[in-house]
Structure formats: structure tokens, C-alpha cells
């Protein structure tokens, strides 16, 4: 009562405002008793909040994309006709003057303003602690409309809604933090007494609230912001990654539906048990236990109702804000937003099928196979689905609990030396790699000190190039190598025109001078990797999107890093880094590894083509027969033109190949056979070693005349035959 009397007066004092600045208003007959005029502007102000609470939602619901095209100028529009709509409902004649459209437009902004500032200081406005557990009803019924891609009613909706939300949080935070803002808290406590609002919430806990209110998508947002630690201050990284757990769960009601509608059979029926508490609750989904039929105890994590819905609408309504931003604000396309918004959406999208988490499970856990220090929960395929994933229950704490760690006896640079072992291994050799290892989905079971990965609702690709030029990234880096870095992050950016190669090397030299050589504070790998994208960025550069992914899972897996072995200097964690990386190396570099790597597909490729290599050398001993060349050119023929090129680099490369392993063996054969063996071997021995060496060095000399003579004589006989 007491809100909806102090909302009534602030309507009537912007009313009386009004009705006796703006040139042209003015209320007939003209009131001479305060009495009446009070109660005149009181009834007034009563009609206007419910005109504004009412119409205003459903204007900029009908126009939602407008209202975000014309940047807000919709909301003026809708406070304009409330006006002149209210100047039609009042209990008295309303004088409009000579140009009846711009007073009403005149008093509207006006008031519009006023009440806004009044609605700020008393807190009127207040944003509240709002349970969302439960998903309106309306979601469902909305995301059955078959609008293909866009859903213009959603999208629409999901846009006013966020206008509303982002707008009454920023003014909590904005007016709070003013020398306002004493007044409002003490209106606050007035006005909600019963009612739960965000008195005594930090700036910082009142974005993470409303990224929690805004809905899913935001909370992915916070969750991804809140894992580049490096660029985040303290107070922000340990409030943003409450996201990662502190999530509403969901009714049980809610979960029953939708294994019944998954498994065709309600949970009592599929499980021989299932826990209705959610042991977990995250913003895509939440966790129960449950035991198989045949006694296993297992984790069943059911996706949040209604959830792909309103993904689809906020992903749509963000693009079209960024869209707009680039279209408008030029200088901003430099930044690459369109590129990681379009990667942030597809991740948050991948995410929601569950039938690509038990995917990733799986070959991460059969890539993972060879480290006996790491686990991934195993997947159960008969009890999975799309909304639905059923996987084995494990036991652990966050990495990053050092507590825990140090009471389960465990050593933490241990486990954040292992950790990093595994990721790197995912990155850089298998390609496939958990690209959000952020602490909530990396445990350690304090038991046996295994490492267990989970949510792999998210995953990154590499090619094989890939990863090679990330390997000699950060080798470049560990030796402060800044030509080498230079040319490896331009290699592995988007094609572009126009930057100044030099001097992009010189701020890449300047930036690792900085960070490595003449630091004066512990800075970070993760610090260093993005100022070279920001580097990147100024220079016209942007990163290709599959590295982006890559560069994130190895920045937070060194936050994991510093979090268990303190604050260690980025020279430290830059050696940690390349002692992993030449370990790996040196498992990877096996006569086995190679052999079933390269030589076993290379004799595939070899037998595969034999029947080919048949048919061409028959046909091309039957035109030296004829006397004609081996490669006829057919000057009608594109594509014959592109054969002929490509037969030519093949056969290009194919010599220069072959000419480096010759010279190779003929270096080899000399070497060998001036180095002196007597008293290092055996006689029998060395007669062997120097009969290999011999042979070695006639067969390469002679080998090698015989390409230089064939070369030569091609090299004569073509233009005769021109």
C-alpha cells in the first residue's frame, strides 16, 4: 500500500509540473482552491500509472526490433501517446496549444523525466530478488509457433523484458553509489518492508543478480567473463563465479515432464531410484541422483524447461544490438564482436543438445585413456536423450579448493602440474580439448587425487596445423622470441591488407620486454596472450575463431594453476608450460607413435594408388612409344589446365622431396664414413657399418646424377617440342 500511494503522488507533483512549465498546457477550468487542484493532479497521476503500467510494456513489446533500431526512441513515442491519451481520459479539459503535437511531446519527456527521477531517488523503481525457478507458462506455448528461425513474437518479449530488467539495475547501482543514495535506501526500507529488494548488495552483486534474472544466456555470458580471471579485479572474479553454482533450481514437477516426455517413462519408472532435491542447479540445467535398475549409482542432469526458447530469442535480439553498434559506431567493427558473438552463440546452442555432451564425454574420455590421473564420468547411453543426460556419479571437490586439497594430503602443484599436463594434451596434440575448464567443471576426487572432467556440453577443435603453430606459439614465447611470435599469430589470423608487418613486431616485442623481461609485479600468461590479441586488434588483425576457444581454455587452465600454486611469477608458468610441452612431445615422438601416425596412412595411400600408378606408367610408356609427350594439353579444357598444374606441383614436390633425402643420405654415408671407429666397436662391426656407408654414398651420387641429368635434358627438350 505504502508503494502504491508514494508511486500515485509522484505521478500528481510531475503532473503539477507539467501542467504549469510546458508552454500551451493548462488544465480548464483553473483551479484557485489548493484542495482541489491537489486532488485533481492526484487523480490524474492515477490514471497516468496506469496508462504506463499497462500500455507502455505493450508498445514496446509490438515493437520490439524498432524499438532497438531506433535506439529507444520508441519509448518516447509510447510515453507520447500515453500523454495525449491521458489528456483525453482526465476528469477535466485539457487546453493543448497552437501546435497541440509538440506540447504533448513537450510533456511528455518532461514528465517522463521527472518521474523517472523521482521514481530513482525514492526507489520506487528497485529491482527485486525474483524467484526463477519456475518458467512462465506462456515459453511453451510460444516456442511451438512455426516462425522457422526467428521468433518475432519472442524476440519482442524477451526485449522488453530486458529493457525493464537492465534498466531498473542500472539505476539501482548508479543511484546507489551517488551521494543519492542514502535517501533511497531509507525510502527502500519504507516502502519494502515486506518485500525482499537489493538494499545492502554490492555494485558487483547486483550485475551478477541480474545476470541471473536476465536468464540463461546472460548467466553464460558472466560465467564466460568470469573465467578470464587475468582481466578481472578480485572482488568481481570471486562474485561472478558464484554463476557457476549459486543458480535457482527448478520444481520437480517440472523435472518429471520432461523425462517423461525424454525416456517416455516418468523417473520412479526408469530409475530403480531418483532423488527429487537437485543435488546441483546451473543455468542450462541441474543435477539429481539416481540409481539404475541394476544398482548403479548415477547423476541425471535434465535440461531447465522451456530454456531453448528464449536462447534462441536473446541470441536474435543481441545480434541485432551488435548489428546495429557496427552499423552505426564504425570504429567498433575493429574489435571482431560479430566473430565471438557468432562463436558465443553456437557454443551456447551446442550446449543445450545433450546428445553432443555424451558425444564429447565420450571421446574425451577415450582420448584421456592414456593418463591414469584423469577421469570422465561415463555415459549411459539407454538413459539419455536430448533434454536428458544420465552419467556416472563421481566424487570430488573444485580444483580450486586448496583447503580441501591440503586436508586430503594431496600436493597441489602436483595436481596443477597433472592438470595442465592433460589439457595441453587435449589442445595441442589430440585437437579436442573441455574449452570451458573453469573450477566448477574440473574436480579432484581427494580419495585417489584423480582429476575429473565435467560439462562437456562445450568442446574445442583443432586441425593439426593448428596446433602446431599454438605449440610454436608458446615456444616463441618461452624464448622471448618476438620475431617468431610475430610471424605465428599473423599466420594464424584472418587473411588481411594493409598492416604494417614491422611494426607490429616491434609493440609484440615491446609488450613481451614488458611482461617478461622487466616486470615488476607477477603478471600472467594469460595477461600476456591478450594483449597480443589486443595487439592484434589495433593492427587490423583478428584471431580465427578456432583459436579463440583454445587461447581460453589455456587461460583459465592457468588460473587453476596460480590458484593452487600461488602467485608465481609468469616466468615460472611460462616453464611449467614448456616442460609439458616437450614432455608431451617426447611420448608423442615415438618410432610407434610415427609408424601408426604417418607410415601406416602413407602405405595405405601407397597401395590405395597402385592400380592408378599401373595405368599411368602404361600410358605413358605407350606415348614415348608413339613419340608423343607424357602430358597433352587440352586448350578447351579448364579443367584439364588445373590437372595439368596440379600434376606439376605434385611432381615438383616430389622431386624436391626426394632430393633432400638423397642429399640427406649422401651427407650421412660421408659423415659416417670419416668417423674413426676403432676401439669404439667391434671389427665385424665396423666392416658393416662401413659397407652400409659406401653403399649409402654410391647409391645417393648416383641417384643424384641421374635426377640432375633427367632434369637437365627435360629442361633442353621442352622448348624443341614447343
Known amino acids: 500500500m505504502t508503494y502504491f500511494l508514494i508511486r500515485i503522488?509522484?505521478?500528481?507533483?510531475?503532473?503539477?509540473?507539467?501542467m504549469n512549465v510546458v508552454p500551451g498546457l493548462q488544465i480548464l477550468p483553473y483551479y484557485s482552491n489548493p484542495l482541489a487542484g491537489a486532488l485533481l493532479y492526484i487523480v490524474i497521476g492515477l490514471i497516468f500509472e496506469i496508462l504506463h503500467a499497462f500500455i507502455r510494456p505493450v508498445l514496446i513489446f509490438l515493437t520490439g526490433r524498432l524499438y532497438v533500431w531506433s535506439m529507444g526512441l520508441v519509448a518516447l513515442a509510447?510515453?507520447?501517446?500515453?500523454?495525449?491519451?491521458?489528456?483525453?481520459?482526465?476528469?477535466?479539459?485539457?487546453?493543448?496549444g497552437w501546435i497541440r503535437l509538440l506540447s504533448a511531446i513537450l510533456g511528455a519527456m518532461l514528465m517522463g523525466l521527472i518521474v523517472m527521477t523521482l521514481e530513482a531517488i525514492t526507489g520506487l523503481d528497485s529491482p527485486h530478488l525474483m524467484d526463477n525457478s519456475r518458467s512462465p507458462f506462456y515459453w511453451r506455448w510460444l516456442g511451438m509457433l512455426p516462425t522457422g528461425r526467428r521468433n518475432r513474437i519472442v524476440e519482442n518479449l524477451r526485449t522488453q523484458q530486458m529493457v525493464s530488467t537492465i534498466r531498473r539495475y542500472?539505476?539501482?547501482?548508479?543511484?546507489?553509489?551517488?551521494p543519492l543514495g542514502g535517501v533511497r535506501r531509507a525510502f527502500q526500507r519504507l516502502i519494502f518492508r515486506r518485500r525482499p529488494v537489493l538494499i545492502d548488495q554490492t555494485p558487483i552483486a547486483k550485475i551478477r543478480l541480474m545476470l541471473q534474472e536476465l536468464g540463461p544466456t546472460f548467466v553464460k555470458f558472466g560465467q564466460m567473463v568470469a573465467g578470464r580471471s587475468e582481466a578481472l579485479p578480485a572482488a568481481w572474479q570471486v562474485e561472478l563465479e558464484q554463476l557457476q553454482d549459486d543458480v535457482a533450481p527448478f520444481p520437480f514437477a517440472e523435472v518429471q515432464k520432461i523425462i517423461q516426455r525424454e525416456l517416455g517413462q516418468p523417473p520412479e519408472a526408469v530409475f530403480a531410484a531418483f532423488d527429487p532435491k537437485p543435488l546441483a542447479a546451473a543455468s542450462t540445467a541441474q543435477v539429481h541422483r539416481a540409481i539404475l535398475p541394476d544398482g548403479e549409482s548415477v547423476v541425471v542432469k535434465v535440461r531447465r524447461p522451456n530454456i531453448e526458447v528464449t536462447v534462441k530469442g536473446d541470441l536474435n535480439v543481441m545480434q541485432d544490438v551488435l548489428n546495429l553498434v557496427e552499423q552505426r559506431v564504425r570504429w567498433s567493427r575493429q574489435f571482431g564482436m560479430s566473430a565471438l558473438f557468432q562463436e558465443f552463440a553456437e557454443n551456447v546452442l551446442t550446449e543445450l543438445d545433450f546428445a553432443n555432451e555424451a558425444y564429447n564425454a565420450r571421446l574425451l574420455s577415450y582420448n584421456m585413456r592414456k593418463f591414469p590421473f584423469v577421469?570422465?564420468?561415463?555415459?549411459?547411453?539407454a538413459f539419455s536423450a536430448k533434454r536428458v543426460l544420465t552419467q556416472e556419479h563421481v566424487k570430488g571437490v573444485k580444483i580450486s579448493d586448496a583447503a580441501a586439497l591440503d586436508a586430503a594430503g594431496l600436493d597441489r602443484e602436483e595436481t596443477a602440474v597433472n592438470f595442465f599436463h592433460a589439457l595441453l594434451q587435449q589442445v595441442l596434440f589430440d585437437g579436442f580439448f573441455h574449452a570451458d575448464p573453469h573450477p566448477g567443471n574440473v574436480w579432484v576426487n581427494t580419495e585417489t587425487g584423480h582429476i575429473i572432467f565435467l560439462d562437456m556440453g562445450l568442446m574445442g577443435y583443432l586441425a593439426l596445423e593448428d596446433r602446431f603453430a599454438l605449440g610454436e606459439l608458446i615456444w616463441a614465447l618461452q624464448d622471448r622470441d618476438a620475431q617468431s611470435v610475430t610471424r605465428v599469430l599473423t599466420a594464424i589470423c584472418r587473411p588481411?591488407?594493409?598492416?604494417?608487418?614491422?611494426?607490429?613486431?616491434?609493440?609484440?616485442?615491446?609488450?613481451?620486454?614488458h611482461n617478461l623481461l622487466f616486470a615488476t609485479s607477477s603478471s600472467s600468461l594469460t595477461e600476456m596472450m591478450t594483449g597480443l590479441i589486443t595487439l592484434l586488434l589495433q593492427h587490423g588483425l583478428q584471431l580465427r575463431r578456432e583459436f579463440t576457444l583454445a587461447i581460453k581454455a589455456i587461460g583459465q587452465g592457468e588460473s587453476i594453476m596460480r590458484a593452487l600454486m600461488g602467485d608465481q611469477p609468469m616466468d615460472y608458468i611460462l616453464d611449467v608450460s614448456y616442460t609439458q610441452l616437450k614432455e608431451l612431445l617426447r611420448e608423442q615422438l615415438t618410432a610407434e607413435n610415427i609408424l601408426d601416425h604417418a607410415g601406416k596412412p602413407l602405405l595405405r595411400e601407397v597401395i590405395g594408388r597402385l592400380p592408378a600408378l599401373q595405368a599411368a606408367a602404361t600410358s605413358l610408356l605407350d606415348d614415348f612409344q608413339k613419340g608423343q609427350l607424357a602430358f597433352q594439353l587440352n586448350t578447351g579444357s579448364i579443367d584439364q589446365r588445373a590437372n595439368v598444374i596440379q600434376a606439376a606441383l605434385e611432381l615438383g614436390?616430389?622431386?624436391?622431396?626426394?632430393?633432400?633425402?638423397?642429399?640427406?643420405?649422401l651427407l650421412g654415408?660421408?659423415?659416417t664414413l670419416l668417423t674413426p671407429f676403432e676401439g669404439k666397436v667391434g671389427e665385424l662391426e665396423a666392416q658393416i657399418i662401413r659397407l652400409a656407408?659406401?653403399?649409402?654414398?654410391?647409391?645417393?651420387t648416383v641417384l643424384i646424377i641421374v635426377l640432375l641429368a633427367y632434369t637437365l635434358w627435360q629442361t633442353i627438350r621442352k622448348p624443341t617440342s614447343a
Open 693 to 700: 656407408a659406401e653403399s649409402g654414398f654410391v647409391i645417393s
Open 170 to 178: 542500472s539505476v539501482d547501482i548508479v543511484i546507489g553509489i551517488s
Open 9 to 18: 503522488v509522484v505521478n500528481a507533483l510531475a503532473a503539477a509540473v507539467v
Open 653 to 665: 614436390i616430389r622431386r624436391v622431396v626426394l632430393s633432400v633425402l638423397l642429399v640427406g643420405l
Open 496 to 513: 588481411s591488407r594493409g598492416y604494417d608487418y614491422a611494426a607490429l613486431q616491434r609493440d609484440i616485442e615491446r609488450l613481451i620486454n
Open 375 to 381: 577421469d570422465v564420468p561415463q555415459i549411459y547411453g
Open 669 to 671: 654415408s660421408t659423415l
Open 78 to 96: 509510447a510515453d507520447t501517446f500515453i500523454f495525449l491519451f491521458l489528456s483525453y481520459l482526465a476528469p477535466t479539459e485539457w487546453q493543448i
